[in-house]
């Protein structure tokens, strides 16, 4: 089983910047591929970012590359979303998830952290 606990969440002025962390608590940390996704109210939940095993493989979605970024430090059980140049419609809450099955389907998720940016 795996828990996941997302912080940093907040509010910010559009143009701004959050770091979003989701600690895991498990030790195959370093085996499990993680994810980002985002929910905006009235909206599907849709993806954000995902990294691979090693950190060396990152997927975006095409509406925040280049302006987010999701990384990952193995020793800390860690996985990072820096998100930068922030803008209204990327207000949502944001969910961390572990061990991939699909490109969407995750098998572990988090309660979500909640991000709002005012224009």
């Known amino acids: 089983q795996v828990q996941l606990a997302e912080s940093g969440g907040g509010l910010v002025q559009a143009g701004g910047s959050l770091r979003l962390f989701c600690v895991a608590s498990?030790?195959?940390?370093?085996?499990?591929?993680m994810g980002w996704f985002r929910q905006a109210p009235g909206k599907e939940r849709e993806f954000v970012a995902a990294i691979g095993w090693t950190g060396g493989s990152t997927y975006y979605a095409d509406s925040v590359k280049g302006r987010f970024t999701i990384s990952r430090d193995n020793a800390k059980n860690t996985v990072y979303l820096q998100m930068n140049s922030l803008k209204p419609e990327d207000t949502a809450v944001y969910y961390c998830?572990?061990?991939?099955?699909?490109?969407?389907?995750?098998?572990?998720w988090g309660q979500g952290t909640q991000v709002t940016v005012s224009s």
């Open positions: 498990v030790r195959t940390f370093s085996r499990y591929t």
């Open positions: 998830a572990a061990d991939a099955v699909t490109t969407t389907q995750y098998n572990y």
